[in-house]
Structure formats: structure tokens, C-alpha cells
């Protein structure tokens, strides 16, 4: 079961777009959501941070290859950075994902003024970094299924550097655009491991630039990026003008509490849900996820 949150948040958005089914997200800098944390942040390297709150940032700035539809019933994976989903084979215990070309991190100087595009290898050096023994992965474990990773963790071990350039036969760029995952064991749910926040790319650049700050130099490819953060203070998330868009095409299912919510969307325009959208700035207790407002960037 997906939090309520979420739910309430893709049927506004769904009550207020009218037409969302076709329709482009374009992002509004002149709308606010301004949004209380109960407890302080940790930083924002998706490999690292477990609390809720961090996570939430996260999803906004970090593009997993697969994500949810909240709507269907049951809920669903659907593609987010990847183009389709997953084709498996070998009785699951081999994953091939095809990337969406045209993805492009926002802008940071550990790209030397150039446009950095997503590619497959993102995802393979990303999904390595959960066993370098030096960022203590709290999710180390997820990837315990993928062939070869564990004996580069006990190499790093050893020689105290996690050679991130040794080819694992688990993880492979096959070309620019696809990685191939290979299992040890069949696994039918690797899938929804892929649709975690936390298995958003990274790029290695970044990674490498500031070695010591991780945490606090989040560079990704979803619709946000961080402008300011004062930490344990204050967080502020801006449009990241290199998002490729939302188009917003998921519909509510059959169960009746669906309707049910979207028709009081619909009737009480006042709601928190909806003021934090239409308002130009609006103040929550209780508030959406932050990648549950789908938006686009302005260009075609």
C-alpha cells in the first residue's frame, strides 16, 4: 500500500489539470510550496541517506529508471528515466533497461561548462556505489542479488579503494543507452528496487568533485535541483531548467474511494492539496510528496 499522501496529491493534481490526461506539467517559478520538516535532514546523496525526509528532496532531484502509477489498482511500475520497461530473461535473473535518450543532468561546474546526458553507465557506476565500503550503504543489502559486486566489496576491503572502473559481469553498460543487470538467483521483483529514490543516477563526475560533501551536492536529472540548503535550516528546491517534462496520463482505477476523493477536490478548491498548487504561496503541516508534482520545463 502507497502513502495517502501520494494518493491525495496525484488526484488534485488530476482534479486540477481537467485535462491532465494530455496534458504537459510547465513549471510556474512564481508558485511556492513551502513545506515544514518535523525533523532535520541528512544530506542528499541517494546511496547514503535513509530518513524520510531526505528521501522526500531526493525524489525530486533524482531520476530512478522506473516509478509508480499511483492510480492503478493494484499500483503499478511504469517507466520514469527509462524508456520501457525492463525486458527480462533467463527466468529473471537477467534485466536489460533501455535509457531515454535526450535526459540531461542539470548543470554543475564538475561538467566544465558542458551538457551532461544521462546515460547507462550512471546507472551502473550509481548501483556500484552501494557496495564501496566507504559510504556505508544503509541499502547495500538490496543489491545483494547481482553477480560479482560482492567480491569488488571485498576487494575494496583489502586494498581500501573501491576500484569502480572493474568490469562486474553483474552490472554492464552494453552501449550508451543499456544496462544489463544479471542476478544470481531468479528474482521477479528486482524490478521495484529499481523504482527507489535511492537508485536514481548520479554522475561520477560529481561524485568525484567533492569527494567529501557528497551529501551536499545533489546533481540529478528530475525536475528539480537544489538552490540553497542551510542545513537543519532551510531547504530550497528550484526548477531544474534541463527537465525533459511530465506528461501527466495515469487515470484513477475502479475502487469507488477514488471518485470519492476527486470529487472532493473538485467541490473544496480551498484545501491545503489544492491551495499548494493554485496559491501562489501556500503553507503545509501536512503536505504531498515532492515528486508527486509532476511539471515540465517550458521548452518544446
Known sequence: MFPLSRLLATIALTAVGAAATVEAWAADPDKVLRIEFYVAET???????????SQEVN??????????DYLARPAKLVPRAAEAMPTIADEAKTYIFKVRKGIY???DPAFK??????????YAYSIKRFKDPANKSPYESFIDGITGLEQLKKQAEKTGKFNYDTKVPGVQALDRYTLQVKLKETDYNFAYIM?????????REVIEAYPDDTNGHPIG????????????NKIILEANPEFRGFTWHFE??????????????????????ICCICAS??????CPTISSIPRSSNKA
Open 221 to 232: 536529472t528530475g525536475p528539480y535541483r537544489l538552490k540553497e540548503w542551510k542545513r537543519s
Open 195 to 203: 523504482a527507489l529514490p535511492n537508485f536514481g543516477a548520479v554522475a
Open 59 to 68: 525524489e525530486g532531484i533524482f531520476d530512478p529508471l522506473l516509478t509508480y
Open 43 to 53: 544530506g542528499f546523496d541517494p546511496v547514503k541517506v535513509q530518513d524520510y525526509y
Open 281 to 286: 504561496s501556500s503553507r503545509l503541516w501536512r
Open 113 to 122: 561548462g558542458k551538457r551532461r546526458e544521462l546515460t547507462a553507465e550512471d
Open 252 to 273: 484513477p482505477g475502479s475502487d469507488p474511494l477514488d471518485k470519492q476523493i476527486i470529487a472532493v477536490m473538485w467541490l473544496s478548491r480551498t484545501t491545503s492539496l
Open 105 to 107: 543532468f542539470s548543470d
